[in-house]
């Protein structure tokens, strides 16, 4: 699956351009700072690779993409909740068809805004009136800013994350730090425990830390590298890590993909964000590298 080098069916730019795999359009992003590429279905960076650096976001071998499934790794979007808060799990703004809204380049990256707007089928599932636009900021770094608008007549209140999968080069040898004290274990249940300063994933990892920093840093040790997450409008920030037993159960991962993946998220958790009539609010994610 080299969704990189797919034949371009419309030019937008000089670094812009307009692939299709699958039935699937993918706005792909050849910049001489970042190379990246970004589903439409789903409003989704797939990929996110800064000039003369090894890939930052990670994306599943086995990722099954087409017009009808969520797609495993990259960013997905997790709106109007995250989790099995409702039904779909994780909402269903990653499993929608989003609209190119804006796109502009400079000598320092580019811009990509995609837009998604309530319809008949999204008010069967959440009975809302709602507009959506989410900004890929590409360069050096990454901004990924959600911004949700209540266009209807009365409030509502959302939850979410931008649920980022991260393409380190051995869960083994990484290490994460600013995470914070306090989280929720999800593979205990949900009961509330308190860490380190530092997590070694060495099993399966599912947490909601309540009380992260202002920077999460994951060390990839092997590649002499930090990536470092600073989130915006949160009030969570969720660590997964699915280990080999879940992988082995899922279609869309191979049995060994937990060696070089982590999420970690910026989520809205619990009773979520309330919006008045024609009130936003904004979640973003920024990634940077650093030297290890």
């Known amino acids: ?158 939850g979410g994350a931008l649920h980022t999968y991260f393409d380190i080069a051995d869960i083994t040898k990484a290490h994460l730090t600013g995470m914070g004290a306090p989280y929720i274990d999800g593979v205990q249940g949900g009961v509330q425990a308190e860490g380190g300063n530092a997590l070694l994933i060495t099993q399966e990892v599912d947490r909601v830390y309540t009380a992260p920093e202002a920077i999460i840093a994951i060390h990839d040790t092997p590649r002499q590298r930090q990536i470092l997450v600073e989130n915006q409008g949160h009030n969570a920030a969720v660590i997964w890590n699915p280990w080999q037993a879940l992988c082995e159960n899922m279609a869309d991962m191979a049995t060994n993909s937990f060696e070089t993946m982590v999420c970690v998220e910026s989520t809205i958790h619990g009773e979520g964000v309330t919006l008045a009539p024609n009130e936003s609010h904004t979640l973003s994610t920024t990634v940077s590298l650093a030297a290890e």
């Not at 890929?136 to 608008?149: A, I």
């Open 1 to 158: 699956m080299d969704l990189r080098n797919l034949p371009t069916i419309n030019a937008l730019s000089d670094a812009v351009t307009v692939c299709e795999y699958n039935g699937v359009k993918i706005i792909r992003v050849i910049h001489n700072t970042v190379e990246a590429g970004i589903s439409l279905h789903g409003g989704h960076l797939i990929w996110f690779k800064p000039a003369n650096q090894d890939d930052v976001i990670w994306l599943s071998e086995e990722a099954i993409i087409d017009p009808t499934k969520a797609i495993r790794g990259g960013i997905p979007v997790c709106w109007p909740w995250f989790g099995k808060a409702g039904t779909p799990s994780h909402g269903f703004a990653r499993n929608s068809q989003w609209a190119i809204k804006e796109h502009r380049e400079n000598e320092t990256g580019v811009i990509v805004a995609l837009s998604l707007q309530d319809s008949d089928a999204t008010r069967e599932i959440w009975p809302h009136k709602f507009e959506l636009t989410i900004t890929f900021e590409l360069g050096e770094s990454l901004k990924v800013s959600l911004t949700s608008t209540n266009t209807d007549d009365h409030a509502w209140s959302y």
